[in-house]
């Protein structure tokens, strides 16, 4: 018997004309500023664009727009994502991922581009397994958190946005010298947490790398985080395992009263703001390079970056394997903070 769903997939991926492109999961800054670059950089191409608004939940539902030139004018700058994101349960489903495809079919799309942290690229990669559909992934978010890429979109402006805040909590923490336990992003990975902390030159950085290692708040305490300073500031990465800053600050009052503490979750002011330049340049250059990818054939990777080099990730590595924190970085905190 004929299987014209297999003559189908062949055929379409035989010529890609028509683009889709989605932000999906926690928004980051730069996220426009990679949209920007995939349409302009498929429109100069000669490729269709076509925006899918919601993440995957706009693809079940049919929310999608053509893009010209001028749908991405004036969003470099900008933080969020125009267009929008979600976190779409249905698409976790067999059920739900069948809809999607039958809006793709609709739509005409031959190709996504899909803009996301580990959970969005876990859906891109089920999907392109399951549709044999040609999806390229962009690492889309401020925990920096994804396996092969140096860096990810976003997380260079998450990380000023809170040195620029903790500078300001110092000037009270030191004024009543109190200790501060202030919470950052990154449930699963302290890059956030260690590097915000040797930037504002906080005492410590309790990170979910080494969680299972060691007593970090009872390391900590047992070496004088206190030492030469009247007032200490540590990071630390929100958790539910740890209570995150909530639950240190409850451990240190209950086992050491002398200590005046206070908490500040800097929470998702983190996610947004306008994008460092930082940002903008890699979104600029892995938004090209995601329809570079398309055009050569490439299909269900991600795009990195390692050592200012664009490299393609498949996506089992980008989401699979736990992306290792540098630990000579604890070190150099730990010396720096005497
Ligand atoms: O994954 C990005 C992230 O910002 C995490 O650091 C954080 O735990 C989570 O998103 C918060 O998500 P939401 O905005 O849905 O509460």
């Known amino acids: 018997m004929i299987n014209f769903v297999a003559i189908y997939i062949y ?21 426009n500023a990679a949209i920007r670059a995939v349409t302009r950089t498929a429109i100069y191409n000669g490729l269709e664009v076509k925006g899918i608004y919601r993440g995957y939940r706009g693809l079940l539902t049919d929310e999608i727009i053509p893009f010209q030139t001028n749908n991405v004018s004036n969003i470099i ?3 969020g994502t125009i267009l929008k994101t979600a976190r779409c349960q249905e698409f976790r489903e067999p059920e739900g991922r069948e809809q999607a495809y039958k809006v793709i079919q609709k739509e005409e799309i031959d190709a996504l581009v899909v803009i996301g942290g580990d959970g969005s690229l876990s859906g891109a990669r089920v999907f392109a397994q399951e549709y044999n559909f040609p999806i390229v992934g962009l690492p889309g978010t401020i925990d920096n958190d994804l396996y092969g890429t140096d860096t990810t979109i976003g997380y260079d402006t998450a990380l000023n946005t809170i040195v620029e805040a903790i500078d300001k909590i110092r000037d009270t923490a030191s004024s009543h010298e109190r200790l501060f336990f202030i919470e950052v992003m990154g449930r699963d990975a302290g890059f956030l947490a260690l590097n915000g902390a040797i930037a504002v030159g906080a005492e410590a950085a309790i990170i979910p790398e080494i969680w299972t290692e060691v007593d970090q708040l009872e390391e900590l305490i047992k070496n004088g ?17 740890t209570g995150g800053a909530i639950g240190m600050a409850e451990r240190v009052k209950k086992e050491y009263p002398q200590y005046d503490v206070r908490v500040t979750i800097l929470g ?15 979104a600029s250059r892995m938004g090209e390079a995601a329809i570079t990818a398309l055009m050569e054939d490439q299909r269900n990777v991600m795009i990195g970056i390692q050592n200012d080099n664009i490299v393609y990730v498949p996506f089992s590595k980008a989401i699979k394997k736990d992306k290792p924190i540098n ?12």
């Open 11 to 31: 055929i379409r991926n035989m010529a890609i004309k028509c683009i889709g492109i989605l932000t999906s999961g926690g928004d980051a800054p730069g996220m």
């Open 77 to 79: 700058q900008q933080g």
């Open 225 to 241: 985080f206190r030492k030469t300073k009247n007032s200490s500031i540590v990071l630390v990465a929100e958790s539910e395992i």
């Open 268 to 282: 998702h002011i983190q996610r947004g703001g306008s994008p460092t330049a930082t940002d903008r340049i890699l």
């Open 327 to 338: 630990r000579d970085l604890l070190n150099t905190l730990r010396i720096l903070s005497i």
